[in-house]
């Protein structure tokens, strides 16, 4: 089967190199988005998926716009049988949806219908649900809306975060991808409407998600740490000799006790206790803007943080 894959973050990587592997099917290119600045100096940077496609000797178009009439050109031209889309940042128009026989598939990272969105890997972790999943679909022009083909759940462990879960359904999406292009290449794999009843939308996440509110619950909180981790991370405020500085949580437990929200109720060895509106948040592990990540009993060495201080 000629395949064009079309994605950009690195949860679509592992998916494009068993495919790429796999043999019998043919990637006649890769669509990607263009080169962005990274970083403080702002280097041009490609995405994962251009820099795995050019070191498995594949094609690569970036279109700024993957509506633009060139761009629909070129993936025209490479003359498709099946598009596989997963993680790439645009939506995508009409014509591309209907160019191969056996359509698009989207490779989604939730049990839809729940989570349909940009970001479902967060939001699964914010609701503090305990399993999710990757399902595979034919697109439509709706976000996420279109027929099942195969679903694959997972547990969510409490250690998890964004970034152990993204690895874990990325493999989980690479093994449904490949079963779900051998059922549409044999004619035994049929897509199922899915169901209306238990649609969730899961927005995108934007970087002042990660300011901590104080006065939201203790267990509120540590989901949001662990939807935001590695990023943008869930990060406070503090004041020292040195002005108004961030604070990034990077590990946390909670506890029953609590205080006053965003105050330092206790702060030791044991972690850094501080209120929330229900119970306290203790912090294990932090790092302080310009600084690197250590444990609070470290941190406290070198910096004070009495009792009664005020974050946020």
Not at 283 to 299: K, P, V, Y
Request: hydrophobic letters at 45%; glycine letters at 10%.
């Amino acid at each position: 089967m000629r395949i064009v894959f079309i994605s950009t973050a690195d949860i679509g990587c592992l998916s494009l190199e068993l495919l790429a592997k796999s043999g019998g099917h043919q990637i006649a290119g890769v669509v990607t988005q263009p080169d962005r600045p990274v970083g403080r100096r702002r280097e041009l940077t490609p995405p994962p998926i251009k820099k795995l496609a050019l070191q498995l000797g594949l094609p690569v178009l970036q279109p700024e716009k993957i509506r633009a009439p060139d761009a629909l050109a070129a993936i025209r031209a490479w003359s498709p049988e099946l598009i596989v889309v997963i993680a790439y940042g645009q939506i995508l128009p009409k014509e591309p949806l209907s160019m191969p026989r056996h359509g698009c598939v989207n490779i989604h990272a939730s049990l839809l219908p729940r989570w349909r969105g940009a970001s479902p890997i967060q939001a699964a972790l914010l609701a503090g649900d305990t399993e999710t999943g990757v399902t595979t679909m034919l697109m439509d022009e709706g976000l996420d809306t279109g027929p099942m083909l195969l679903r694959g759940a997972l547990p969510i462990a409490p250690e998890d975060n964004a970034g152990t879960l993204h690895d874990k359904l990325g493999a989980l999406g690479a093994e449904l991808l490949l079963k779900t292009i051998a059922g549409l290449a044999d004619g035994s794999l049929k897509p199922a409407p899915q169901p209306s009843a238990g649609a969730t939308y899961a927005p995108k996440i934007k970087k002042d998600d990660g300011l901590v509110d104080w006065t939201l619950p203790a267990p509120h909180l540590l989901n949001r740490l662990r939807a935001f981790t590695p990023w943008p991370g869930l990060f406070t405020f503090v004041a020292d000799e040195r002005g108004r500085r961030m604070l990034k949580i990077w590990a946390a437990d909670v506890e029953e006790a609590g205080g006053a929200p965003g105050v330092v109720a206790r702060a030791d060895k044991h972690g850094i206790v501080v209120g929330t509106g229900e119970g306290a948040l203790v912090i294990r592990d932090l790092q302080m803007e310009g600084s690197r990540r250590m444990t609070a009993a470290d941190f406290l060495r070198g910096h004070q943080l009495r009792e009664g201080t005020k974050l946020g």
